[in-house]
């Protein structure tokens, strides 16, 4: 049932809203004929409306999560409750900076500590998920460029197991796509990158582990490569939770990293955002960096903090959001770092990669294909469902609606692109052994039910509150918005 | 370990499963030289304990000023509902609802909202929202440039009344696929854009045109008029708007004789925190032929295999997971949870309610605006219409007045001085429904002492 099913003209939530209407001075012709037409309901409709609808979720603090290359660790409550704090969540952001010391100087050491995690010189706060992260690294790749006058590079390159944010944060930026394919091994295939480069590369775009979560080894000849034919290196910070701690892109010769807060640094993914996609730069770099950032004046009791703008970064590619970013997401994943703290950032990848490759050994010995199967895994590993797929016409989107009934979200299905029928698992640092060998036993199990009973299991789901969804319809006849009148509904009934 | 809930055991029986001595070997791929030393400028971990004694002094620090300033981010009551709900582990960790059948709630949630957005609007289609107002500009410039097949240039005339920072945020997003965004002057006495000042801009070609309602100034824009001017040229109309002014005001699907064909705005009216300028999120709604130019996610309602109604995200061909290089725009998270406490917000206030708030909101800053221009050395710098907020010319610079009205714990308003100097000493005020006549009065009071104070210093 919608909310609007629940509205009775005349009803409403009297207590939150004022108790007055006054009399409005403002000409008939700026103002509307009639009602907005929202739901008119008391609020213990709505809550209850509402509360409902959130049990009809998979989330992180419901079930095992593990969605390949969205890093779904768990989300510790402090960061919420702290960054929501009066005079956090109460300040606006335009505020005097004189009132805001407290929130800036969060800012400030996030920034610092973003820098030592990664090896960058530089980091601003102000791209607001990681394609707007992409954008601004890319952005500022073509700023530097232009700056020395070196006005023909506008190709950037981009692996073709990368995600598909990179080729179009490539076009936005104005640049053409230059796709590199990858080798058997899954590293990017270094003669065909050498064949690539030119005049007209600006960059390369790339994710370290790559998208089929596996370590670049030959990164080091990758960045001599690009760096040799005169364009830069951009790290997407996608997977980032696979290194943090064992090693930073600064090192491997990046010029220009997004991070994805919302994974690495454990911010919520709310549904879909939001997310808060911070870049750091290298020396090069450090004079385009979006404003606003923040800079420290004066050391202990002394130390004051206010925002860098375009006066202090003339070169800067300009300004990404009215104010200064997802503040609220940043003071999230800065009270996450302080409670890792040193020791706690340094095991992030450690357990991140032992619960990876403990899986994918356990899945292999139930009998599952992987996709790299002479690869440590990163994070994050393949399994190929091809086999299932010819011999039980049983895929990779069955497995992952069978899990569903199992208890578990399902993997990342279909991507990347290039393993056929595959499912890429992440299971993150924060799952206990149990999840995880529980996991496995619910994959035997489909496994088995797929050799007895593939039409079964291509039924699945049947626990859910919906079973599968008639995704042709929806995009043929679209119903995007409800209609107050029978005969739009019956359209759709 | 902080959020490791493995035991030495555990580590000990993983190893051996695996075939390894230690956790160490399992990145013997990456090579040596790139193995990090110690991170030692990071700190030591803090207890809960720990942090939440300094985030909470340092918040404190920060302390809640009386606000009166708006300039395109708005303090309105948020029922406690709202963030209760929202903060839900089932909403708050979820993410993008992929696998639809595990996710409905999320699903139907959205459109619930798409359908609560295009009635506020007026516009047939709403997508499941975008990152702020100000990239929402910026996408809805690259959408009409798109769309608008009977334009050959890429020119974008947008009105000087527009927030100025929705236009530097839009012009660094567009400038790579070559648009040009050019400003139409506002009138010096209505601080509003007329058809005659866009009619001078118009040159040979214009793609699209950008009214904004109310404008940054607070005023009130003739929008049929210029709605209907932009259609006159072939122009594609966008309209930048307030979600709660649109409670009051004329939808923009109603604006003119056909309607604007793409509006957007900042949603953070709708039951988002201040929080410092985010995490908030830019709504966009269009008109239906428009639908497949539309960035973002968008939910369609559909059936299941035993035809029971069902919610999943839809269009998915415009986006950058399956079109690559050829998508709508790169985006792929959104602002999920923030919709996710507006749909509650938009539920709970109903049509009344939030039409109450915003005629609260004008109310009290028509109040707030005779009180401080009856004070002497203060006035108005705008005639006509508006809406919540209101410009005021101060005889002295703004800045050493905005500290002092902090120093009594006000927050006074936004200086425009960097933004727009040709106003003189203007200072741009907003007086929402969380204001009182009593804070009105003791702003008043305040600037009277420090007006005064200054005249005798």
């Not at chain 1, 020791?343 to 450690?350: H, I």
């Not at chain 2, 508006?386 to 610079?397: I, N």
Request: proline share 5%.
């Amino acid at each position: 049932m919608l909310i609007f099913e629940h509205s009775r003209e005349g009803r409403r939530a009297t207590a939150q809203a004022p108790r007055e209407k006054p009399h409005v001075d403002i000409p008939a012709k700026f103002l509307r004929e009639k009602p907005a037409g929202l739901p008119q309901v008391s609020e213990m409709q709505a809550v209850r409306h509402y509360t409902r609808l959130s049990q009809k979720n998979f989330s992180i603090d419901t079930h095992f999560y593990p969605l390949g290359s969205c890093t779904m660790k768990y989300n510790p409550r402090a960061c919420n409750s702290l960054a929501m704090l009066p005079g956090l969540v109460t300040r606006h952001p335009l505020s005097p900076v004189s009132h805001g010391q407290g929130f800036l100087a969060c800012m400030f050491e996030l920034q610092e500590m973003l820098k030592e995690v990664t090896g960058m010189q530089g980091v601003s706060l102000t791209p607001m998920a990681g394609a707007q992260g992409e954008f601004a690294g890319v952005a500022m790749i073509r700023a530097y460029h232009q700056a020395r006058a070196d006005l023909d590079r506008d190709e950037i390159l981009v692996p073709d197991a990368a995600h598909g944010t990179n080729p179009a944060t490539a076009i936005m930026c104005g640049c053409k796509v230059v796709e590199i394919p990858t080798d058997k091994h899954g590293d990017v295939d270094i003669d065909a990158l050498k064949a690539a480069v030119g005049p007209r590369t600006a960059g390369i775009m790339l994710t370290n582990p790559s998208t089929l979560g596996v370590f670049e080894r030959r990164i080091e000849e990758i960045a001599k490569i690009v760096h040799g034919a005169g364009g830069l290196l951009y790290y997407d910070g996608a997977n980032l939770n696979a290194i943090l701690g064992k090693a930073r892109p600064g090192d491997m010769g990046f010029d220009v990293i997004h991070m994805n807060l919302h994974k690495t640094f454990s911010t919520p993914h709310g549904g879909g955002g939001p997310g808060s996609g911070a870049v750091g730069v290298g020396k090069r770099l450090l004079p385009f960096m979006p404003v606003p950032v923040v800079a420290k004046e004066g050391e202990g009791d002394a130390a004051s903090y206010r925002w860098l703008t375009e006066k202090d970064l003339p070169q800067t590619i300009g300004r990404l959001s009215a104010f200064m970013g997802n503040a609220g997401v940043l003071l999230r994943a800065y009270v996450y770092a302080r409670m890792l703290g040193r020791d706690g950032m340094n095991r992030v990848a450690e357990f991140a990669t032992l619960n990876a490759n403990y899986l994918m050994t356990k899945l292999r010995e139930a009998g599952f294909q992987l996709g790299y199967p002479g690869r440590r895994a990163s994070h994050e590993f393949i399994v190929t469902l091809k086999r299932q797929d010819k011999e039980l016409g049983v895929n990779a989107m069955d497995f992952a609606k069978a899990l569903l009934d199992e208890g578990f979200h399902a993997p990342t299905t279909y991507f990347p692109l290039l393993v056929p029928e595959c499912l890429l698992i992440e299971p993150t640092e924060t799952e206990a052994k149990e999840a995880i060998d529980a996991f496995v036993a619910a994959m035997v199990r489909i496994l088995e039910q797929a050799k007895k009973d593939p039409q079964k299991v291509k039924g699945a789901p049947y626990s859910t509150p919906v079973r599968r969804l008639d995704d042709v319809r929806a995009a043929r006849q679209l119903d995007l918005v409800w209609k107050n009148d029978a005969s739009a509904n019956d359209k759709v009934a | 370990m902080p959020f490791i809930p493995h035991t030495e055991n555990e580590i000990r029986e993983m190893l051996d499963a695996i075939g390894v001595d230690d956790v160490d070997t399992l990145f013997d791929e990456i090579p040596a030289t790139l193995r990090a030393r110690e991170l030692s400028a990071l700190p030591d971990a803090l207890s809960e304990n720990e942090i939440t004694r300094l985030m909470r002094r340092r918040a404190a620090r920060d302390g809640e000023l009386v606000n009166f300033i708006g300039a395109g981010a708005y303090e309105h009551h948020i029922p406690a509902a709202v963030w209760e709900i929202t903060t839900r582990g089932e909403f708050y960790s979820a993410y993008t609802p992929y696998q639809a059948e595990a996710s409905q709630g999320t699903l139907q949630l959205i459109y619930e909202y798409q359908t609560m957005m295009a009635a506020l609007t007026g516009m047939d289609v709403s997508n499941a929202s975008l990152y702020d107002g100000a990239s929402a500009l910026a996408e809805a410039c690259l959408m009409a440039v798109r769309a608008n097949r009977r334009s050959a240039s890429r020119r974008v005339l947008v009105a000087g009344s527009v927030n100025p920072v929705y236009l530097k945020v839009a012009s660094a997003i567009t400038a790579g696929q070559g648009i040009e965004l050019e400003l139409v002057a506002f009138d010096r006495a209505s601080g509003t854009v007329d058809t005659a000042a866009f009619e001078s801009a118009k040159g040979d070609d214009v793609t699209a045109v950008v009214i904004p309602q109310p404008n940054f100034f607070g005023q009130l824009e003739d929008v049929d008029a210029l709605c209907d001017w932009g259609h006159a040229n072939g122009a594609l109309v966008i309209g930048v708007v307030n979600p709660v002014a649109l409670a009051l005001l004329k939808a923009p699907g109603n604006w003119g004789e056909k309607g604007a064909d793409i509006v957007c705005g900042e949603g953070q009216p709708l039951g988002v925190p201040l929080s410092s300028g985010g995490p908030y999120f830019g709504f966009m709604c269009c008109r239906q032929p428009l639908v497949r130019q539309m960035p973002g996610r968008v939910v369609g309602r559909t059936v299941d295999l035993e035809g029971r109604t069902g919610y999943t995200l839809t269009l998915q061909a415009r986006e950058q997971h399956i079109r690559r290089s050829k998508a709508t725009s790169n985006i792929c998270t959104n602002q999920g949870l923030m919709v996710t406490a507006a749909t509650i917000h938009m539920a709970m206030l109903g049509s009344e309610g939030l039409e109450r708030v915003a005629a609260v909101s004008h109310a009290n800053t028509q109040r707030l605006v005779d009180a401080l221009s009856g004070l002497g050395g203060v006035k108005r710098v705008f005639s006509g219409p508006f809406f919540h907020e209101a410009v005021l010319e101060l005889e002295r610079p703004v800045e050493a007045v905005l500290e002092s009205l902090a120093d009594a714990g006000i927050c006074g308003g936004y200086s425009l001085r960097e933004s727009f100097p040709e106003l003189g000493n203007a200072l741009m005020v907003c007086a929402t429904e969380t204001r009182n006549p009593a804070d009105i009065d003791h702003y008043a009071h305040e600037l009277k002492r420090i007006l005064k104070g200054a005249k005798a210093a």
